[in-house]
């Protein structure tokens, strides 16, 4: 059952001895179609979903920062005068946030507080940038920062790169800082635009998780962005995003194979991201189905970010006659698959693709019928908050 204010607010009491100001919630996202293209500049197609990481918190008097960790049961504390390297590996994000909004000229409180979250780790479900989100929107709530959810999705991604090591692009903050109840999110990743685009009706998202995991950092996803700035390069242009179809087939041939294989998967995803939104907008989930397909054998086969269980598990969400379409989700090496599913038939999807994946493998997956959330929240004494006011 997924967590809730109440659950997190009685988390604080028991360690603290009295409620929390604030309650922040911010949620992870699954992907529906735009795999590795957000560092390219690319679109992205990406929902926030109803798990989150939830921090209950109040004021301190000094500057420390002093968080409990419910999921790991652990406790970290530092000081926002010297915030240094080093710790449990989830307080880096902490602290890592706290760096950037104070680079960008913020003026941040003390604060302590309790963390939770249902957001499966390792997964492809962007808890990392969960737990920066809600670290962000706890800085600005207690401190009295206006939220802007590009900008702090700004500030959490530099985060990320720069003092976790992890080169990823502006999606996963993104959404988790903006996403919208009962909508996707068409994100260009050049500009920051974005347009709600609402599910058509009678289907539902259903994650796939395969109980297999990967550590990003350690993975071949920064040699996969590497390979793409020198895709770029090749063609003399800012990003892939540049380049179209047309011009892609002119010249591949005078490419270095596994190069052209990278961009291939690059430029033919940016288009499939496009006409799925088209293909939602009118109401047609066979097509946004064969989109999704088609995405999953590019990331398998020319991007080589699959792996055996996630092939497994998007065959066996094929298998099913409710399943539109299934791809793998986020970075890849692992975690897990996405499918859009006739909504009356969850339950039986769900059981079967159970079923048959554990029979192939020997794991048990995990599955989640998922619904579009809104992005980042605050909430104060039960009462969601528009405008943060100064609190310390």
Partial sequence: MPLDKKQIARQFVDRFGQSPQWIIRAPGRVNLIGEHTDYNDGFVLPLAIDRAVWIAARPRADRSVVVRSIDYAEEASFSLDVPVKGGPGWIEYVKGVAWSLQEAGHELCGWEGVMSGDVPREAGLSSSAALEIATARAFAALGGIAWDPIAMARLAQRAENRWIGVNCGIMDQLISAAGREDHALLIDCRTLEIQPVPFPPGIAVVVLDTATRRGLVDSAYNQRRDQCKSAAEFFRVPALRDVDLELFQRVAADMDETIRRRAMHVITENDRTLQAVEAMRRGDSAALGMLMNKSHASLRDDYEVSSEALNIIVQSALNQ?????????????????????????TDGFARAVAADYQAQTGHTPAIYVCHPSNGAEAISHGWHVPEERRAC
């Fill in 321 to 345: 006659v409710s399943c539109y379409g299934a791809r793998m989700t986020g970075a890849g090496f692992g975690g897990c698959a996405v499918a859009v599913v006739d909504r009356e038939s």
